[in-house]
């Protein structure tokens, strides 16, 4: 079994490689350097590749590796399983506890709401915003009084070109969509066996928003609406990166 220097190497190796590779940069990274936030980013097909090469660079400029809220499905395999502790990160919600140390810590959180529901889709639907019924990642940023920081990018629904609906089909066969049940052809051979097709990937990282502006989330209306503002934001961000 790996230990954890092992893995941190390895991630830190192959995503400094990804952000050549890919051609890799991001606007706004100087919002990351106020403090604490909530990093809510869009989901990637099948991986949300832009947050990966993002937490190499937080990790060389910031000095510590982003924490970030996994699919419990990594842990159900035995090669990765020590990799989301290795690298800071938290099988669902963190607690309260694991809240406060990382606030006390002054680091970012992310979390990527789309989950399979975004990373599973065939190529022919359209880079949009889907996070179901999902406010989870709200009422965290409230409960702690965090602001938000939206997250988009071009370029990470290109890497494979999807065959089919993964999340839907998970779904039918396991009763749930988090197992990746998905053909995608990328350069060279099938995911994950071949490379991604060589897209640059451009990444922005919007303005804070701050969820209690819209009231208490315990009310249904402000809970939409914050809910609204952030996808929006997000949606808006990926429709300008696609023709930018």
């Known amino acids: 079994m790996l230990s954890d220097q092992?893995?941190?190497?390895?991630?830190?190796?192959?995503?400094?490689?990804?952000?050549?590779?890919?051609?890799?940069?991001?606007?706004g990274?100087?919002?990351?350097?106020?403090?604490?936030?909530?990093?809510?980013?869009?989901?990637?097909?099948?991986?949300?590749?832009?947050?990966?090469?993002?937490?190499v660079r937080i990790y060389d400029e910031l000095g510590y590796m982003l924490p970030a809220v996994w699919a419990t499905s990594w842990g159900e395999v035995p090669a990765l399983r020590g990799l989301v502790s290795a690298l800071g990160g938290f099988y669902g919600e963190p607690s309260d506890e694991q809240m406060l140390s990382l606030i006390a810590e002054r680091r970012l959180l992310v979390v990527c709401p789309g989950g399979t529901r975004e990373a599973l889709r065939p190529a022919w639907q359209k880079t949009r915003v889907d996070w179901g019924?999902?406010?989870?990642?709200?009422?965290?940023?409230?409960?702690?009084?965090?602001?938000?920081?939206?997250?988009?990018?071009?370029?990470?629904?290109?890497?494979?070109?999807?065959?089919?609906?993964?999340?839907?089909?998970?779904?039918?066969?396991?009763?749930?969509?988090?197992?990746?049940?998905?053909?995608?052809?990328?350069f060279g051979g099938i995911w994950p066996l071949g490379l991604p097709w060589p897209v640059r990937v451009r990444q922005r990282i919007g303005e804070p928003i701050d969820v209690r502006q819209f009231g208490s989330l315990d009310d249904a209306q402000a809970l939409e609406a914050a809910h609204r503002a952030v996808t929006g934001k997000i949606q808006s961000m990926l429709d300008e990166l696609q023709v930018a």
Do not use: Q
């Open 29 to 55: 990274f100087e919002r990351l350097r106020a403090g604490p936030a909530l990093l809510v980013a869009y989901h990637g097909r099948p991986h949300p590749a832009d947050v990966f090469m993002l937490s």
């Open 133 to 186: 019924a999902r406010r989870g990642y709200l009422r965290l940023a409230a409960r702690h009084g965090l602001p938000i920081l939206p997250v988009a990018a071009s370029g990470v629904d290109r890497m494979w070109l999807g065959l089919n609906d993964g999340y839907r089909l998970s779904k039918r066969l396991f009763g749930h969509g988090g197992w990746p049940i998905w053909l995608g052809i990328g």
């Open 6 to 27: 092992h893995y941190l190497a390895a991630w830190l190796t192959g995503f400094r490689l990804a952000s050549r590779y890919f051609r890799y940069e991001c606007e």
